[in-house]
């Protein structure tokens, strides 16, 4: 079974910058879409960015574009978040999420319904 296990969450001011890290056991990078999804409390958990099995495609979320960069190492079996310029709208837990099914090649997976696997979730807090 695959595992996902977030690092690199924290509190940060308004502009700061934190990188998230998913770490994937139990599979291979290079077979699954990637992507981080956040929620706020009382809020649905939404898209934030993701990255397709060929490493080739990126998509964000509108709020975050221009700001977050998703990246992997297939090497370490790894996926980032870099988040820059962070905003305390940006609070949130940050949830790593792995589509082991793809309809194809080029296909990034932005809607949670239809995520395979979770990771555990870290805390993102940003200070104004």
């Known amino acids: 079974q695959v595992q996902l296990v977030e690092s690199g969450g924290g509190l940060v001011q308004t502009g700061g910058s934190l990188r998230l890290s998913c770490a994937l056991s139990r599979g291979t990078l290079s077979r699954y879409a990637m992507g981080w999804f956040r929620q706020a409390p009382g809020k649905e958990r939404e898209f934030v960015a993701g990255?397709?099995?060929?490493?080739?495609?990126?998509l964000y979320g509108d709020s975050v574009r221009g700001r977050f960069t998703i990246s992997r190492d297939t090497a370490q079996n790894t996926v980032y978040l870099q988040m820059n310029s962070l905003k305390p709208e940006d609070t949130a837990v940050y949830y790593c999420a792995a589509d082991l099914r793809p309809s194809n090649s080029r296909a990034v997976q932005i809607k949670a319904d239809f995520v395979d696997y979770w990771g555990q979730g870290t805390q993102v807090t940003v200070s104004s």
């Open positions: 990255v397709n099995l060929g490493g080739d495609v990126r």
